[in-house]
């Protein structure tokens, strides 16, 4: 063998040991970090492409065709949830009513069993409620998506594949915020489905929901429809709300399965209806599949999800409000509270300014812009442009990890009609008022004790137990001042309120 060949045979033997090392640690991400070389458990996401969206349409055949293949193709990566939790259900004797001396003449031993009044054992038996629900494979090597609330509280968890496979499951993670759950199986030849985009759908494209609707014998439904609406919020499931809204048919049991697009990617996780009777009536949303895959990789990377935060309440910004502000309705977020010691506070925000752009990107709402500070990493710099009396500021702020929330329990409506001309009624913030609101006592502030629930002030959102720290743009410090205020205000005329709720601060413009 001569040197040339020696040198070729050398080479041959590295390039094919570089191509063995792709094939081995394809699967595999690596970080360089001031420690050395590490693993990363990324989830490895199919990343191969359909076509089906380009299927040749030329007869109701073909039209007929282009969606048996797309059901086709998403159908073996959906999976059916089944879950068990075991709860503690007492015995009550019926022998109880009779009071002790049946008690004493049939004896201990035979009352134990039951739980009654006079023994005061605490036995009983223990119940499993089984739960059913829907999921989609999302990598080769057993992951799993799904809603928080198919999973949440379940002892055991398992899955039904396409082939018929009853599979143990593992709970990965859970995020309560957007009711979407990680789970995992140890299982072969699993089917992941593709991701898409969810932020290029469109409203009127075609779509397909895949479940298991009203229980495992209709387990992979498929059911077809349209995107109605993109950016539903407000709709009272999650904290953090951009759902597609859909007229595919859901139905109890669905939740957790996929929203999948013409060309059979995933674009959103189904996850409730909007039904007055319980069942389908064409009103049906999804998580989008963007804010799912950073949840779940979230979740499974570091088994939790962590959120920026700016440390501000926002809220929309309607006609009256904009009326009273001198501002254009629908555009921007109005600033309410700003926490103390909160990244917010500390570049000095204000409650009043105008939230009008977010790194470069204009804000439409409220809903909007929470869900892009949220989606944010703890430690990122973001910037935006505020209007504060008129003028644009430019604000620039390194976001914190968003703190563990206690909600406080909500505040009743006294529902009595209140025959005064704004449509509630203020008291000064007493200690005698304060115990009876369950509010801390603040003497000299005015306070909301009763609103007519068929007056302007209930429909704007005013509600009972809300403390009034401003009306008209001018502060209160005195229930003499709101009286003097309230003496220059004619029906018909716009009232702008400032008002505290809860530790919240916000805006309220209505016609009295």
């Known amino acids: 063998m001569n040197k040339k060949q020696a040198i070729l045979k050398y080479l041959l033997v590295v390039f094919a040991g570089i191509a063995v090392g792709a ?120 992951y799993i998506l799904t809603n928080n609330h198919v999973i949440d509280g379940a002892d055991e968890v398992y899955i039904r594949t396409f082939d018929n496979r009853k599979i143990e499951a593992k709970v990965i993670g859970k995020d309560s915020k957007t009711d979407l759950a990680v789970i995992k199986v140890n299982a072969k030849d699993l089917k992941p489905i593709l991701i898409g985009d969810s932020d290029k759908l469109r409203v009127g494209e075609w779509v397909i929901a895949i479940g298991s609707p009203l229980g495992e014998n209709f387990a992979r439904t498929v059911t077809q429809g349209i995107v109605s609406a993109k950016g539903r919020a407000n709709v009272g499931l999650a904290d953090y709300e951009d759902f597609i809204q859909t007229d595919a048919a859901i139905n109890p049991g669905n939740s957790g399965g996929p929203l999948v697009n013409i060309n059979g990617e995933l674009v959103g996780i189904n996850t409730a209806i909007a039904s007055r009777t319980g069942g389908f009536e064409g009103i049906g949303f999804a998580v989008p599949s963007n804010m799912a895959q950073k949840v779940m990789t979230a979740l499974i990377t570091t088994g939790k999800v962590a959120r920026g935060y700016l440390g501000v309440t926002i809220q929309n910004i309607d006609e009256n409000i904009a009326k009273a502000m001198h501002l254009k309705a629908g555009e921007g977020a109005l600033v309410g509270t700003v926490v103390d010691g909160s990244p917010a506070a500390k570049i000095g925000l204000k409650t009043g300014d105008v939230i009008v752009d977010f790194n ?75 115990k009876r609101l369950n509010l801390n006592p603040a003497a000299g502030k005015v306070v909301i004790t009763a609103i007519d629930p068929a007056s302007n002030a209930y429909f704007a959102g005013l509600r009972s137990g809300d403390v009034i720290l401003s009306m008209n743009r001018q502060s209160l410090s005195s229930f003499a001042e709101y009286n003097a205020l309230v003496k220059n205000i004619k029906s018909g005329d716009l009232l702008f309120l400032l008002v505290e709720r809860q530790g919240n601060k916000i805006y309220f413009a209505f016609n009295v």
């Open 23 to 142: 094939l081995v640690f394809s699967n595999v991400e690596f970080n360089l970090s001031p420690k050395g070389l590490s693993l990363s458990n990324r989830p490895n996401f199919a990343t191969a492409t359909n076509n089906i969206e380009n299927y040749p349409i030329q007869s109701l055949k073909g039209f007929n065709d282009a969606f048996v293949q797309i059901a086709e193709s998403a159908t073996p990566s959906v999976v059916t949830i089944f879950t068990e939790k075991t709860v503690n259900q007492r015995f009550v004797s019926p022998y109880g009513f009779f009071g002790r001396h049946f008690d004493d003449f049939f004896g201990r031993p035979f009352n134990d069993f039951f739980d009654t009044p006079q023994s005061g054992s605490g036995r009983g038996h223990k119940e499993v409620q089984q739960g059913i629900g829907s999921g989609v494979v999302v990598t080769h090597d057993g």
């Open 360 to 434: 470069d990107s204009k804000v439409k709402g409220s809903n909007e812009l929470r869900n892009s500070i949220s989606s944010q990493a703890p430690g990122s710099t973001v910037k935006f442009r505020v209007l504060r009396n008129g003028t644009i500021r430019l604000f620039q702020v390194r976001l914190e990890e968003q703190p563990a929330r206690n909600v406080a329990a909500a505040l009743t409506d006294d529902q009595q009609k209140i025959p005064v001309v704004f449509g509630f009624r203020a008291e000064e913030l007493t200690a005698q008022t304060s």
